[in-house]
């Protein structure tokens, strides 16, 4: 059997057994009442798979977690056994001499993935999950598009990091992530910033949240703490992800900003909910940050910085680079001065992130209805966006245009000519457009 996408929520009452009540969709099991899955009933309910005639079991579950939690196998290395196995069980299984076939795994890793069903208390961690509402997100093999149930709900493994090279295994989450932070801009910098880096960070995160943007950032000190604090002040959704597990902020002074967060959006991490955060972990997280966005803005970064490994990363995975100038003579500064130099983006305003932004993957739904195919359409005005909701990704009519939106012939055209600006249609030929 091969293994599919899984998603695993708890709500907050325990009905019997490890988990009480499962109801699930394909790939996915979720356990007690109030689960965050809607839509279901409360018995047993196998969804099938692909590939198989049942859906993903409580043990299957438990392979996959275990393997994805064992130090030494990470995303590469597991994705190298998977290859090699077919499915996390088989790779429990194997013997010493089967595992030493797969590229990475030396002697050391092959007695840690040999003691795993010993060492590690999966059931522990699942119970913890449980009693603290966080939700297992697990990194999906296989096209999860056909769902059996047409309820499925939006959220799950976040679709933007299966694009990049090495998603992680597991994800831990609390709070909720929505379809609309497909449409996200990642905002990092020093940890030492000064109040001109401070200002800059909340004043673009709460623009770009107004704008529809959901922001991005690490929950560390400076940069990272002000724009998540300009997402919330703007009523906008902010992902924080972590170094270290979900249930152990760091730093500890910011307890009170990852509760709002949770309000808001979410934390994330790939560390066990409990773990320390260990400074080889920052790096590894940083990947993550640029992942779930279609571009990073670093404000305030020294020679040194952390904010220029995911600026890195973001490059390596086909991302925006943005980058707020600052003093010459700051040492803060050098580091985003340097970036402009190699060719990112210089950013003054939220307008500049939006203009350089390409299309997205897949077209994204919003809470108010419109479905968004490009981040330059959070800018249109009303009449912008009636005439470009007009215009289909195939060849339209300068008439079929003006007969839908219902304008003056003369209006549609000079709104044509400013999409056309915005990279979000292009001419056919002299009297028919489509979108980009």
Request: hydrophobic share 40%; proline share 6%.
């Amino acid at each position: 059997m091969r293994y599919n996408a899984a998603q695993v929520s708890w709500g907050a009452t325990r009905r019997g057994g490890v988990g009480g009540s499962i109801s699930c969709r394909k790939g996915s099991l979720c356990f007690g009442r109030g689960a965050l899955v809607p839509g279901y009933g409360t018995d047993l309910q196998m969804c099938p798979t692909q590939n198989s005639d049942e859906g993903l079991s409580h043990q299957q579950l438990a392979d996959a977690l275990r393997l994805a939690l064992i130090a030494g196998v990470g995303p590469l290395t597991r994705r190298a056994l998977l290859e090699r196995f077919g499915s996390p069980a088989a790779v429990l299984r194997a013997a010493p001499s089967e595992l030493r076939e797969v590229q990475r795994v030396g002697p050391k890793l092959c007695r840690k993935i040999s003691a795993a069903g010993d060492e590690i208390d999966i059931e522990a961690e699942i119970a913890l999950c449980r009693d603290n509402g966080i939700e297992i997100l697990l990194e999906p093999r296989d096209d999860d598009s056909d769902c059996c149930n047409a309820e499925c709900p939006d959220a799950g493994y976040p679709r933007m990091l299966r694009e990049i090279h090495d998603p992680p295994g597991v994800l831990f989450l609390r709070g909720a992530l929505k379809a609309e932070d497909m449409l996200a801009v990642a905002i990092v910098g020093t940890r030492h910033a000064t109040q001109y880096g401070l200002r800059q960070a909340e004043r673009l995160a709460g623009s770009l949240s107004r704008a529809g943007l959901t922001i991005v950032s690490g929950l560390a000190r400076g940069i990272d703490a002000a724009a998540h604090r300009g997402a919330l002040d703007a009523g906008g959704r902010t992902i924080a992800v972590l170094a270290g597990g979900v249930l152990n902020i760091y730093p500890p002074e910011h307890k009170k900003l990852a509760d709002e967060v949770i309000a808001q959006g979410a934390l994330l991490s790939e560390s066990p909910p409990r773990m320390e955060p260990l400074a080889g972990g920052f790096p590894q997280r940083n990947r993550l940050i640029s992942g779930l966005a279609l571009g990073v803005i670093v404000v305030e970064a020294p020679d040194r910085s952390g904010a220029l490994i995911t600026a890195r990363h973001a490059m390596e995975q086909g991302r925006e680079v943005f980058a707020v100038p600052g003093q010459v003579d700051s040492r803060t500064a050098h580091g985003c001065h340097r970036l402009i130099r190699d060719g990112a983006k210089l950013v003054e305003s939220a307008d500049d992130v939006l203009e350089e932004l390409g299309p997205l993957v897949e077209a994204t739904p919003r809470d108010d209805g419109r479905v968004v195919h490009h981040p330059a359409e959070l800018t249109l005005n009303e009449l912008e966006q009636q005439v470009l909701s007009a215009i289909g990704g195939e060849a339209t009519s300068i008439d079929q245009v003006v007969t839908q939106s219902g304008l003056p012939v003369p209006r549609v055209l000079s709104t044509i000519s400013v999409l056309e600006m915005r990279r979000l249609v292009r001419r056919l030929s002299g009297a028919t457009v489509a979108r980009m």
